[in-house]
């Protein structure tokens, strides 16, 4: 008997891992969002800060996804996506080509970083189409992008009264050698919270100053962190 409990508990990761992911519905360009091929001059590193997109969900009565909003997960950033930029305003390439439902083998290879399988479906279908013909080798390489990324002391800064855009981006820079605060943008809610950080990146998907094009919030706006 305890023989037989030991081989369960050593079996228990890989059944797990057999287990199929919740199964996306798919993501197709529109009217609204439109197939464009353009030249791609440098990428848009997107992370989400989860307790504020957690709280927003259920403050708009929708469910929050399990894999975002459960655990770990819902205590720091999560990666949105890698997205190609192009050379203004509403001239980024997206939904370069038509995709498929991912499968399960495709969608473990990005559901570490983004634990969404829809986000990882639409971030495929919009963006990774644009710099690959294969969703594993576009989710590894935003997985790598983003597992360099070092994050700053995210409980002090949501408990600093007077917090502005500029001076978040200078402590988040500080967490990475050789970023500057000008080479990040922040992405915050009609409320002021912060939602995402907007990573600008360059060809080499290396970080660099973001181009006047990228939005966000301007160095001076007040910004709100919900703590983790």
């Known amino acids: 008997m305890r023989f037989?409990?030991?081989?369960?508990?050593?079996?228990?990761?890989?059944?797990?891992?057999?287990?199929?992911?919740?199964?996306?519905?798919?993501?197709?360009?529109?009217a609204?969002?439109?197939?464009?091929?353009?030249?791609?001059?440098?990428?848009?590193l997107s992370i989400i800060w989860t307790p504020e997109h957690c709280f927003a969900q259920k403050r708009r009565g929708r469910?929050?996804?399990?894999?975002?909003?459960?655990?770990?997960?819902?205590?720091?950033?999560?990666?949105?996506?890698?997205?190609?930029?192009g050379d203004g305003p509403n001239r980024w390439p997206q939904y370069?080509?038509?995709?498929?439902?991912?499968?399960?083998?495709?969608?473990?290879?990005g559901v570490d970083a983004t634990p969404s399988t829809q986000l990882l479906q639409h971030e495929w279908a919009k963006h990774g189409t644009c710099m690959t013909d294969d969703p594993i080798a576009y989710f590894r390489t935003e997985g790598e992008v983003y597992r360099r990324i070092r994050t700053p002391d995210m409980?002090?800064?949501?408990?600093?009264?007077?917090?502005t855009a500029g001076q978040f981006q200078t402590a988040?820079?500080?967490?990475?050698?050789?970023?500057?605060?000008?080479m990040m943008r922040l992405n915050l809610n009609k409320r002021g919270w912060l939602e995402e950080v907007w990573i600008c990146l360059g060809l080499d998907k290396r970080p660099r100053t973001c181009p006047a094009t990228a939005g966000g919030a301007d160095m001076g706006d007040p910004v709100k962190v919900a703590a983790p």
């Open 172 to 182: 988040f820079a500080a967490a990475n050698p050789g970023m500057r605060a000008d």
């Open 32 to 44: 609204d969002q439109p197939t464009r091929r353009v030249p791609t001059t440098g990428y848009t």
């Open 155 to 163: 409980a002090t800064l949501s408990h600093r009264r007077g917090l």
């Open 96 to 109: 370069c080509r038509t995709t498929p439902i991912l499968s399960d083998d495709q969608l473990r290879a």
């Open 4 to 30: 037989l409990l030991i081989l369960l508990a050593l079996l228990a990761p890989s059944v797990a891992a057999a287990q199929s992911l919740p199964r996306p519905h798919a993501e197709l360009p529109s």
């Open 63 to 85: 469910d929050a996804n399990d894999m975002e909003c459960s655990g770990v997960a819902a205590r720091g950033f999560i990666l949105h996506g890698l997205w190609p930029d």
